[in-house]
């Protein structure tokens, strides 16, 4: 412990030690300031952030989102991120009856303000098939690296068939 005083007296006693310390103060002072000012964020960095988080900047020309109201949401939502490639179907009366197709592939986003809820993208022309169902739907979830294109569905209605008889 005595030769530990001894060389810190000694090396306290070097000026050369002094400025070495206070150079290594003013450094880790310098370093500091820096971090904490680069790290505020501007007022314009969280206006364009807001702006970039609204679902409408995600709609290219000629599509609309149409909002869904999934039965599965709870499943899909542990699934996908904020966009997934799914097929859709209507969930009449209960899942094991299974229900009518009403679009393969389709682009589907979850709704950055509210991340229970879900859209899916459709071109214009096509958007009556789908408000045309009767909700809610259920989704499967799809590769999105196969190269098959979205359309949704148009019902198809029974043929009926009349037999006659001589």
């Not at 229970?116 to 999105?144: S, Y």
């Amino acid at each position: 412990m005595k030769n530990i005083e001894r060389y810190l007296k000694s090396w306290w006693s070097q000026p050369l030690s002094k400025y070495l310390l206070i150079g290594l103060l003013a450094m880790a002072l310098l370093s500091i300031l820096i971090s904490s000012v680069d790290s505020k964020p501007t007022n314009e960095d969280s206006l364009s952030e807001k702006t970039v988080q609204t679902a409408d900047t995600f709609i290219p020309a000629g599509f609309v989102l149409v909002p869904i109201d999934l039965v599965n949401y709870e499943p899909v939502s542990g699934l996908i991120g904020d966009f997934a490639l799914v097929d859709l179907f209507t969930a009449k009366g209960s899942l094991q009856k299974g229900g009518e197709k009403i679009g393969s592939r389709l682009k589907m986003i979850r709704a950055p303000l509210n991340p229970q809820q879900f859209a899916v993208l459709v071109p214009e022309d096509e958007t009556h098939k789908i408000l045309q169902a009767e909700g809610p739907f259920f989704a499967t979830v799809l590769n999105p690296n196969s190269n098959q294109k979205s359309r949704v569905m148009t019902h198809k209605q029974k043929r009926k068939f009349v037999e006659y008889f001589n």
